[in-house]
């Protein structure tokens, strides 16, 4: 029983932080957006840069608390 | 036989002098070159702007006036449309494929929110590609501004005075119905072809580009070229 709990938190415990990791990576990618919008805004204008700006800001700010979410509760 | 009257509407002379004011300054604004015309107000998601307002891009000379800015035909965006839909409704199908019932909750939470967040990456992914891949007119030159993906933009240009050949395209079922195709311009530039995608009205692309170069060709000869 102890042996099966015991490989039962590993399991858990290495999914958790897949996960965290999948999250970072998920991160990174934001990021990438936000850059992208950035440049593709300069290279282009044509009045909705705003909210495009803005979606991508929040797209960044929802995976970082993602993120932290993950790291916390899982 | 008795005889038939046809009476004519009656139109007030005023009127009339407004309709025939209106008639000729249809007819000015016609003959006016483009770069003179006033701008027009423009949508920013429309794949067809004719004198747009407020478009601006990175290597625009100041004195340059964008005439037409081109995008891929809404239409195209229905693949990815589609699939988003379908990734967004995948998860209710766990309902009947219990494969995370062995998860426990938080882990299932954590996954549905990682999983919608995936979606709209696509989908915004998508929509910006759509989006910022456009094709401009100017009274100068021709523009290709392409994002291949995140990372990679190509940006081309040709003079108007370098086209040598304007073909247009349309074909299939939704093209005709929906009047878009392609535009293949020839060139005498480093890139020796442009070519506009699956953009809406092409013959009046063809027909802009073909007055362009007209209008260049008389600057030239007028001495006016910048």
């Known amino acids: 029983m102890t042996d099966f709990l015991g490989?039962?938190?590993?399991?858990?415990?290495?999914?958790?932080?897949?996960?965290?990791?999948?999250?970072?990576?998920?991160?990174?990618?934001?990021?990438?957006?936000?850059?992208?919008?950035?440049?593709?805004?300069?290279?282009?204008?044509?009045?909705?840069?705003?909210?495009?700006?803005?979606?991508?800001?929040?797209?960044?700010?929802?995976?970082?608390?993602?993120?932290?979410?993950?790291?916390?509760?899982? | 036989?008795?005889?038939?009257?046809?009476?004519?509407?009656?139109?007030?002379?005023?009127?009339?002098?407004?309709?025939?004011?209106?008639?000729?300054?249809?007819?000015?604004?016609?003959?006016?070159?483009?770069?003179?015309?006033?701008?027009?107000?423009?949508?920013?998601?429309?794949?067809?702007?004719?004198?747009?307002?407020?478009?601006?891009?990175?290597?625009?000379d100041k004195e340059e006036k964008v005439i037409l800015i081109l995008r891929r035909h809404p239409i195209t965006n229905l693949r990815w449309v589609i699939i988003a839909v379908l990734m967004s409704l995948a998860p209710f199908l766990l309902r009947y494929f219990p494969i995370m019932d062995f998860l426990p909750s938080n882990f299932r939470f954590i996954s549905l929110v990682g999983w919608y967040m995936l979606v709209f990456a696509y989908a915004f992914e998508s929509f910006l590609s759509w989006f910022f891949a456009v094709n401009i007119v100017t009274d100068e030159r021709i523009i290709d501004i392409d994002f291949y993906n995140l990372i990679y933009k190509e940006v081309s240009d040709t003079n108007l005075d370098k086209i040598q050949d304007v073909t247009y395209k349309v074909g299939g079922v939704l093209g005709t119905l929906l009047n878009y195709g392609n535009v293949l311009i020839q060139t005498a530039g480093e890139v020796p072809r442009f070519e506009f995608n699956l953009v809406p009205r092409p013959e009046k692309v063809a027909e802009i580009l073909q007055k362009l170069r007209e209008e260049e060709e008389q600057e030239k000869i007028e001495g006016r070229v910048r």
């Open chain 1, 7 to 74: 490989a039962s938190f590993s399991f858990f415990s290495l999914l958790k932080w897949f996960y965290v990791f999948a999250f970072f990576i998920y991160i990174i990618f934001s990021f990438v957006i936000v850059e992208q919008v950035r440049i593709m805004t300069k290279t282009l204008e044509v009045n909705f840069e705003a909210p495009l700006l803005l979606i991508s800001y929040a797209h960044l700010l929802f995976a970082i608390g993602v993120f932290v979410f993950a790291l916390l509760v899982l």
């Open chain 2, 1 to 60: 036989m008795a005889d038939v009257y046809i009476s004519k509407p009656f139109v007030k002379k005023e009127d009339k002098k407004e309709l025939v004011k209106e008639v000729d300054e249809k007819k000015d604004e016609k003959q006016t070159p483009f770069k003179l015309r006033k701008s027009l107000p423009f949508n920013p998601f429309s794949p067809f702007g004719f004198l747009p307002k407020g478009v601006d891009f990175e290597t625009r």
